[in-house]
Structure formats: C-alpha cells, structure tokens
C-alpha cells in the first residue's frame, strides 16, 4: 500500500520559513518524480514544483522560484519543500504526489499518489 505523508505545517508569521516533509512508503521511491502542489480556499489545486527522480533537477512556478526550494533524500524515501519569506497568499493546503511516468520539468503531471496535504497558515 503506498502512502504520502506530509508534515511540518502550522501557523507562521509574514516573512518566517517553514519546511515541510513528505515520507513514502510502499513504492519504489527513486523510480517517481516527486512533486508538490497547493490549493488556497476557495481557489483550484495550484502547482508549486517538481524534482527530478535523482534529486538534482527543479522546476518550479514562476511566482515561487526563488523562495520555494525542493529537496529529496532518496535514502530516506522523503521530499522536502523549504518555504521562505512566506506570505498570507501562501495559506492553503499543501500536497505532495508521485509521478512514474512523467518528466519533472512540466506543470503538467499524471501523478499516481498524492498524500492527504499539510495546512499552511501564514498571518499578516
């Protein structure tokens, strides 16, 4: 049975950091693109970004490149995104998902697995 577990959301200020995780299990880790995706109320799933299946390719959403950074440690079946000088606008849910198939450097993916999400709130 595979699983996505993200963690590490919470309730920060304007301008803190917060890093989430995302630990897999019940897949061959190495084998998926991994991503990371959001949805703010009231608003469609958004795409933050992807890491290629080794870990040493990004790509991301224009309006995130240079705060949003994705990391995979594949020893560790997990994948992080580092946010830094979050914003309100930033509050949603966040998602992590498995991609087998697909190239990490599209917005658009098929993926097989999501996980359940981790909240971010980012107050004013």
């Known amino acids: 049975q595979v699983q996505l577990v993200e963690s590490g959301g919470g309730l920060v200020q304007t301008g803190d950091s917060l890093r989430l995780s995302c630990a897999a299990s019940g897949l061959t880790f190495s084998s998926y693109v991994m991503g990371w995706s959001r949805q703010a109320p009231g608003k469609e799933r958004e795409f933050v970004g992807t890491?290629?299946?080794?870990?040493?390719?990004?790509y991301y959403a224009d309006s995130l490149k240079g705060r949003f950074t994705i990391s995979r440690d594949n020893a560790k079946n997990t994948v992080y995104l580092q946010m830094n000088s979050l914003k309100p606008e930033d509050t949603a849910v966040y998602y992590c998902?498995?991609?087998?198939?697909?190239?990490?450097?599209?917005?658009?993916?098929?993926?097989?697995?999501w996980g359940r999400g981790t909240q971010v709130t980012v107050s004013s």
């Open positions: 890491i290629s299946r080794r870990g040493g390719l990004t």
């Open positions: 998902a498995a991609d087998l198939s697909g190239r990490y450097d599209t917005m658009r993916h098929e993926y097989d697995y």
